[in-house]
């Protein structure tokens, strides 16, 4: 039977119109062999053939108990691989130091029948605490359906996230996965949040309480929220997303894509695709609400909101977007929008070099411009690079600090614009 880790890939990729798994910018781009977004790229690697050597294999599939008692057992800084298979129960790394792994991609399920969170640090881990390689499915609870960290710092990478519920409480956050706790600062690389939803907010993943995750090369697609239909920041994080794909969420209110409510905090998207999300309300992509953001060198593509289809800005919020590209966005009133009536008291949006095409409505509204701003048609190769010619080459920010990574050359709009840093 064909893993459900690629079947979901593979429709993430086809249904977005992106490159297989591991490429890169084509040749006939002007940024060839800059990484793809999300956890498709190739900057996510490869694995290993066979469990490295010294670790203690699990194996057969069945309970997740054979897992649990390997975690009990481990030294720190032991590896624990697990063969394929179908491991059904929840596991908790209780403060270990330890790598979980499959030896091949998704190749090992843990499956959590619906109880609880699949995946639970919560005892104070922190980056040496891995999980890699897993489809972590079937997982229900009121906050972290799939996986959930509190005060806790791990490293989750190259994982499929799927199918999981927040669900139980009037506030159910975090379908996919809840990050909370000032504590919480962990990396997730490479991994799939895919069809997770949340009764309340962060269908595929809800950052809280002063937690600050840093997110790179992940996607988040199909998953479904109130608010946050893909991702939610609320009370004081400081949530970093880059490289990353944002796809085909939906909202029931507000936020689309992204959710930000954050009023001593901030979350930063950089090279990052937001395409294809919903709300009935406000923000098809991004809505910020009593919160602060800014988003550079990323592209929003048709994106859809009664109000700011792409990014809207409420309720006092600070909100700068730069840098990028923002085409074929339905809106009853404008791609980049600022509240009105009470939704506007003190709410920004500084629209910085940006690229606008084929909105319907107009492109922005209550916005601070800041000098060049193109309405021009744009196209796209590969996964939204840029072919010779572009408008968008060269007409980002005209800072030298914002050159290209690529060729030092002046920022590029959109998503392979920009200085980067490895994560």
């Keep these: 039977m064909r893993p459900l880790g690629s079947i979901l890939l593979c429709a993430a990729l086809t249904g977005a119109g992106l490159p297989a798994l591991g490429q890169m910018c084509p040749a006939n781009s002007v940024s060839p062999g800059d990484p793809c977004p999300g956890a498709a790229s190739s900057s996510c690697g490869s694995f290993p053939a066979a469990c490295p050597a010294g670790a203690t294999t699990v194996s057969g599939g069945g309970s997740a108990a054979a897992i649990q008692n390997a975690i009990n057992a481990a030294s720190p800084g032991a590896v624990i691989c697990v063969q394929p298979g179908v491991y059904t129960g929840r596991i908790d790394f209780k403060g270990k130091a330890v790598t979980v792994m499959s030896p091949t991609a998704l190749s090992a399920t843990l499956d959590g029948g619906g109880s609880g969170p699949v995946v639970s640090f919560t005892s104070g881990e922190g980056y040496a605490s891995v999980l890699t390689g897993f489809q972590i499915i ?11 960290i509190i005060n806790a710092s791990p490293t989750i990478r190259n994982c499929l996230v799927a199918n999981n519920t927040a669900t139980g409480y009037a506030y159910s956050r975090g379908g996919g996965a809840a990050i909370s706790g000032k504590w919480s600062a962990p990396t997730i690389r490479c991994t799939t949040f895919q069809g997770n939803h949340a009764d309340y907010k962060g269908g595929g993943l809800e950052a809280d309480y002063s937690s600050h995750p840093y997110l790179y090369f992940d996607t988040f697609q199909g998953n479904s929220a109130p608010y946050g239909g893909g991702v939610g920041v609320e009370w004081n994080g400081l949530a970093s997303i880059s490289d990353s794909l944002i796809l085909n969420n939906s909202a029931y209110g507000d936020g689309g894509g992204l959710h930000v409510k954050t009023q001593f905090g901030t979350t930063l998207v950089r090279r990052t695709v937001i395409a294809g999300n919903t709300a009935p309300g406000s923000g098809g992509g991004m809505w910020v609400a009593a919160g602060f953001a800014t988003v550079l060198n990323s592209v929003f593509d048709g994106n859809s909101a009664s109000h700011g289809a792409g990014v809207a800005s409420g309720y006092g919020s600070s ?25 506007a008291v003190g709410s920004s949006l500084l629209n910085s ?8 409505g107009p492109n922005f509204t209550g916005t601070a411009l800041n000098n060049q701003i193109l309405t021009t048609p744009v196209s796209f190769v590969g996964c939204y690079c840029l072919p010779a010619g572009s408008p968008a080459i060269g007409s980002g920010m005209p800072i030298y600090l914002f050159d290209n990574a690529y060729n030092g050359q002046p920022n590029d709009m ?10």
């Design 414 to 423: 959109g998503a392979h614009g920009g200085p980067t840093a490895s994560p």
């Design 353 to 360: 070099f940006n690229l606008f095409a084929a909105n319907s």
């Design 138 to 148: 079937n997982g229900a609870a009121t906050g972290g359906g799939g996986i959930s």
């Design 319 to 343: 909100v700068n977007v730069e840098s990028s590209i923002l085409v074929n966005s339905p809106s009853t009133d404008a791609t980049l929008a600022v509240g009105s009536g009470d939704l």
